[in-house]
Structures are given as C-alpha cells and as structure tokens.
C-alpha cells in the first residue's frame, strides 16, 4: 500500500492532507503513517471543517486509547500470545500491529471504512508484520480467542458491544478514555494511563486518562 493512496484518502476530506511516518509518544515502539499537521499553513476553510466533521479521518490519528492498549498488549504480550485475535474499530492499526509483534497467532483488522484498511495494510507493512483484514464484523472468521477494541464506547448505542465481544471470545481486552463507568462487572480495570492522541488534537483533559479493562475466561 503506498502512501500516495493513504494521501489520496485523507484528501477526501481535507484538500491539503498528507501522511507522514511518525511514532506516536505513548507507543514509540510502533511507527505509523499519520496525519501531517505541517501541511495547515491556517486555519480550515468553511467546507473543509464541515467535510472534517462530517466524515473524519479517523485513521489518520492515533488515539490515545489505542495507544495505551497497544503499549500494555507489548509489555503483557501473554495476553495474546499464540492466539487469534480480533482487533475491533481497528482505525491506523496500532493495537492490531502490537498484537502481531507480542506474538499473536494471527491478528484480523476489523473496520468498516475501507481507507482504515488501507492505512492498516500500510503500517502493517511498516512494522515488518502479516495481518488479516476484516470490514465487517458479521463477517468476522470463526475461531477468535482474544477481541481488542480501543475508544469504541463514545457513542451510547455502542454499549452493548460490551457483551457482544464477551460471547464471541474468551479474552476481551478494552480501553476507553470516554466512559468512566462501564456498568459491567465482568470488565475488570487493570490500570489507568495518561496519553494524548497523536498528532495532538488538544483535547480535554478528561480524554486523555485510559482505562484498560480485561474481561477473561478464567
């Protein structure tokens, strides 16, 4: 995957978009193609922002949740070590990529926007790592052991996937900047750390404070 169509992609929305390899602070292990913040020379126009608002480039930026998850699953690599896992809203790939390094038997991306898997393909390929690509989890392949899914809650009528990835795998690994209470208490909080999405959106601060939570067979 070249990054002329990563480029191509990211102007869809946002006429002087480009992607440049960076590595985000809080996963520095892993190199991603990003956003360029270089190429806003002033601020966007009227059409542009509406165009960023309406369709955003979600790829395009590593959130903070991804982040963390994706540094915990490389510093805890026995949570997906020889398993086939499912990495949910996969966005840039960094959580799918670190569970390929930390020794999973095989990581499938899974994301509905076709130019997240392009850009999942292309750090794939950065990192020195094979991974499956998925873009709809209906369709997902049988046999998962571990689902992966970072900042896939903002949204309320996303809670219920909370027991969704519970019945479709015995290891779900989850992190979330935006909910402060799950409400499941098979979700077990492991830590909480702080990152910023990268490029630096400068969020609020509340959104920069990751919850990791594990929900297990035991």
């Known amino acids: 995957m070249s990054t002329n169509r990563l480029d191509q992609n990211l102007r869809s929305t946002l006429s002087q978009g480009r992607v440049a ?16 913040p270089s190429v806003l020379e002033g601020p966007l126009s009227h059409d ?9 480039a979600y790829w395009s930026f590593c959130w903070a949740s991804g982040q963390v998850l994706a540094s915990w699953i490389l510093a805890n690599p ?15 790939g960094v959580v799918a990529v670190a569970a390929a390094l930390a020794g999973a038997r095989e990581v499938i991306a899974c994301d509905i926007d076709p130019a997240a898997l392009d850009a999942v393909s ?10 499956t690509l998925c873009d ?40 979330d900047s935006r909910v402060r209470e799950l409400g499941d208490p098979v979700y077990d909080l492991q830590t909480v750390i702080e990152a910023r999405t990268w490029p630096d959106l ?6 920069n404070r990751v919850r990791i939570y594990v929900a297990a067979d035991m």
């Open 48 to 56: 542009e922002a509406q165009s960023v608002v309406a369709e955003p």
């Open 122 to 131: 292309a750090n794939a390929a950065l990192n020195g790592v094979s991974l």
């Open 21 to 36: 390899v960076s590595r985000p602070a809080g996963c520095p292990q892993i190199a991603l193609h990003l956003f360029d």
């Open 78 to 92: 026995r949570w997906v070590m020889n398993k086939r896992v499912l990495d949910f809203g996969s966005g840039s």
């Open 136 to 175: 709809d989890w209906d369709v997902r392949p049988a046999g998962i052991d571990v689902v992966t899914a970072a900042d896939v809650l903002y949204d309320p009528e996303n809670r219920p996937l909370l027991k969704v990835f519970r019945e479709s795998a015995s290891r779900v690994l989850l992190a």
């Open 202 to 207: 400068h969020e609020f601060e509340e959104f």
